[in-house]
């Protein structure tokens, strides 16, 4: 199974670029990627966010632009599929290719760091701090807005995420994109066999076999196309949703590791330091009124 290829479907005489607020009961569950630049703005909206070889938690507010051809997904918490026409998942997505502008308007020197804020976004460009707050409001005027006002509103946009002091880079250099177009991919199957199945044990075994493949074939595979160890990603997953019970729920730590598939709480406070770099009682402490880069 090929992560999704999008056809530009959007184009239309009237706009160069596509601009869509959307409520929808959940975001895209599958990996895809498309030749566009994507800026995702998730208004209302939290789980865990795959882009490249990276897999984080996100949130409410949460910011990224990501590149062409780099397959990316934002998969809700299971909150969001059950059915409750309340709580949707709110999102601002903007789409655009690279010479949307015309073919060198960012070689022009007033927007060098645009263009460098593009070659990033290959890795995926995740904004933080206080821009995210000032670009956030800058969108929400973006679906009613038409014609050249939408497009300076989107160069000013552009602008103000190329100065944007606090960013994360989220897949790492060594993310192989060529293999996620060409290969004849599982890895899609496999991220979202352990998004159903994290809570429970999950073997190396059990998952090769899901995948068709024998377990070296499986772990071979696995480990050229996600840049990590099969256990490595399944840690990431995990350990991103206990972060989210620390937060969201009044579990004790026990409880947490339990819930997440560890049946060794000094096993799983080891993998969470190694992951996170604090304690999980330490993370809880700084995050309970900041939730920014969750």
Sequence with gaps: M??????????????SFLVKYAEVPHTFDRFHFHNEYELMFNIQNRGTRF???????????DLVLVGPNTPHYWHSDDIFFKGDEKLMAKVILIQFSRDFLGSH?????????????LHKATRGVQVLGNERKIIGELLLELPESKGWEQLLKLIHILCLLSHSPKVNLLASTRFNQSIWMKDESKISRVFN???HNYQNEISLDEVAAHSSMNKASFCRYFKKAANKTFSQALNEIR??????EMIYSDLNISEIAFACGYANVTYFNKVFKEIKKCTPLAYRSMHLNNKEGI
Aim: glycine residues 6%.
């Design 2 to 15: 090929k992560p999704i290829y999008y056809k530009k479907y959007w184009q239309d005489t009237d706009s």
């Design 51 to 61: 882009v490249g070889d990276s897999i984080r938690r996100f949130d409410n507010g």
């Design 105 to 117: 308007f960012f070689d022009i020197p007033e927007m060098y760091a645009v263009k460098e804020l």
């Design 193 to 195: 066999y352990i998004m």
């Design 239 to 244: 350990i991103g949703f206990a972060c989210k």
